[in-house]
């Protein structure tokens, strides 16, 4: 920990997640409450009367369920009343800087054991209302007003990447059709097809009522064909946008010398940054993300680690082009290789740079408050060999998690450990 | 530019009489558009408004499909798509706006660095009318 000034190391203890999707049936409370109960099933000790803080992100339970002042309800709701408790709001990057501040607390010794969730219940409005909540992570006085939605300002700066790199507009189809194949094996994830069994079940559709079969080849001639796949901002198709979800994820972090008392295979955190920005046309480039470069930075600073030593990592996949982005932004990639690297399966499961083994948000899903966190249980359970048919092989030990608020205006990355008791 | 405050209103109050206002930096010379009263490249507050001459180039784009719901109730849907971009004005600063005139049914013939000249575009029907900021090739 090269000129830290954390006072002491942080550890992840234990993971939950609810099941991702659309869930009419419930609302945030219960979504947490199944993530929680998923926490308490992952662990080998757990004393909830050891918490002693609660960090939620949360981007706008108020806007999508008439529900603010969530964090106080939920803490309330698994019995961890009176323990202080902070909702946090960096919109999609909630989550990842709800962990950040709860790292922060134990780090300054004002706590040694914090529950940290993420949780967004976004379905029960119309689609045209979750667009409208959505945008106001953007700049509403000045970026909005111009037309754009959230997929428009991902799909300007993949125009800025395709002209600046002359990218080929398949490079975001291979980013689709890598992480529906990782969520096809993650049972928390939203859509968890893969790409082909989606294309295959809309042929199998129009044959059953009589309709001229589509003669799709392969899942690229099926992406590329808008009727299978319609455009909703040029170059960015349906299948390149991470879907509206509902879904909740926990993670208990405690000071490092208290880890082993809760479980016998903690991670660490080893490294984390975060790093802010104005809108879209104040930046000097717009095929980079520049605060994600710069939370990176900071990360793999305080680790003392590199790019080369990440074994895996989950990335802000909202849409096609972001993980592309992130693959550079991170140092995986050169500047403008990342869309040939995505062609040609450099970040599969068992590529050189696994990205998004869970799916990410394209295939498991986008709860907005909760997919920092969620993230975070990727990583323990590949760090940890836990990941069942999606474990990435070679025995992993770093993992890397980036999460991004708006179009850049926040991005939060941490590093994570897992060291061996024998050294 | 004595007529118009630092307040972000007032870009669109100046708009609807077709100018675009920025700001100067009196200190280190930097333009900034929107206007703002601290400067954001020496940090300084010695700012004064100006009019920008509206000429940019497009440095980014996009034609959406699936439109916001201001853009929904101006008539924009999937079969009247719309092109939004990021422009680079002579200036120096960038600012968003739709693109206008530009073929949305062949966003492929788009060209980032086309020349640009701003225009104003009013939405929101007559009772919620107001004046919002566009460009369309020179
Ligand atoms: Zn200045």
């Known amino acids: 920990m090269s000129e830290s000034k954390w006072n002491r190391g942080v550890a992840v203890v234990g993971v939950g997640l609810s099941k991702f999707g659309a ?3 419930k609302n945030s409370r219960d979504l947490f409450v199944e993530a929680y109960l998923d926490l308490i099933n992952s662990m080998h000790r757990y004393d909830p009367k050891k918490v002693e ?20 309800i939920l803490a309330s709701w698994v019995g961890l009343s009176p323990i202080p408790t902070v909702r946090i709001e960096d919109a999609c990057a909630s989550g990842g800087v709800a962990i950040r501040q709860a790292a922060l607390a134990i780090a300054s010794g004002q706590y040694d054991v914090v529950l940290v969730g993420g949780v967004e219940k976004m ?8 667009t409208e909540a959505l945008a106001t992570a953007a700049d509403t006085q000045f970026e909005v007003p111009a037309g754009f939605t959230f997929p428009g300002f991902y ?36 859509f968890g097809q893969t790409i082909r069994s989606i294309m295959e079940s809309k042929k199998a559709r129009a044959a059953q009522k009589g309709r001229p079969v589509p003669e799709w080849e392969d899942e690229i001639d099926f992406l590329s064909d808008p009727k299978g796949n319609p455009m909703i901002a040029w170059p960015m198709t349906l299948f390149d946008c991470s879907p509206v979800s509902d879904g909740a994820a926990v993670a208990l972090l405690v000071s490092e010398d208290l880890a082993s008392t809760f479980t016998d295979t903690p991670i660490y955190l080893v490294g984390s940054g975060q790093a802010s920005d104005g809108a879209l046309p104040e930046r000097e480039t717009l095929s980079s993300i520049p605060a994600a470069e710069e939370a990176g930075r900071q990360a793999y600073h305080m680790a003392n680690l590199s790019p080369k030593d990440i074994d895996l990592a989950e990335v802000h996949d909202c849409f096609t082009i972001a993980e592309i982005i992130a693959t550079e932004d991170l140092g995986f990639f050169e500047r403008g290789a990342g869309w040939q690297a995505a062609i040609e399966g450099k970040t599969a499961r068992k590529g050189d740079h696994p990205v998004n083994t869970s799916g990410g948000l394209k295939s498991k899903g986008h709860p907005v408050g909760a997919t920092g966190v969620g993230q975070v249980a990727e990583i323990w359970k590949q760090l940890n060999g836990i990941a069942g048919e999606r474990q990435v092989p070679g025995d992993p030990k770093i993992g890397l998690t980036h999460n991004v608020g708006g179009t850049g205006q926040t991005c939060v990355v941490n590093i994570f450990e897992r060291r061996d008791l024998n050294g | 530019m004595a007529e118009f405050s630092m307040n972000s209103k007032d870009f669109f109050t100046a708009l609807e009489t077709d100018q675009l206002i920025g700001s100067h930096c ?10 703002r009263g601290i400067c954001p490249r020496c940090l300084g507050s010695n700012t004064e408004i100006v009019s920008l001459s509206g000429k940019g180039t497009l440095l980014a784009f996009t034609v959406i499909y699936v439109p916001s719901l201001m853009m929904a109730q101006a008539g924009y849907d999937a079969k009247n798509p719309y092109c939004v971009g ?19 049914s062949q966003p492929e013939s788009i060209q980032i660095g ?4 701003m225009t104003t575009i009013k939405r929101g029907g007559e009772e919620n009318e107001k004046t919002y900021l566009g460009f369309r090739p020179v």
């Open chain 2, 86 to 104: 990021v422009v680079k004005l002579d200036e120096g600063p960038k600012i968003s706006g739709q693109i206008l005139d530009v073929d949305v």
């Open chain 1, 23 to 25: 869930f009419k049936e």
């Open chain 2, 114 to 117: 086309t020349k640009l000249i």
């Open chain 2, 26 to 35: 009196l200190d280190c010379g930097a333009m900034v558009v929107p206007q």
């Open chain 1, 123 to 130: 379905t029960d409005l119309e689609i045209a209302a979750v």
């Open chain 1, 155 to 190: 799909a300007a700066m993949a125009s800025a990447y395709m002209h600046e790199y002359n990218a080929q507009r398949d490079a975001f189809y291979h980013v689709s059709i890598k992480n529906h194949s990782n969520g096809a094996l993650n049972d928390k994830a939203q």
């Open chain 1, 53 to 72: 803080a609660f960090y939620l992100g949360n981007f706008s339970s108020d806007q999508f369920e008439k529900q603010a002042h969530l964090a106080p």
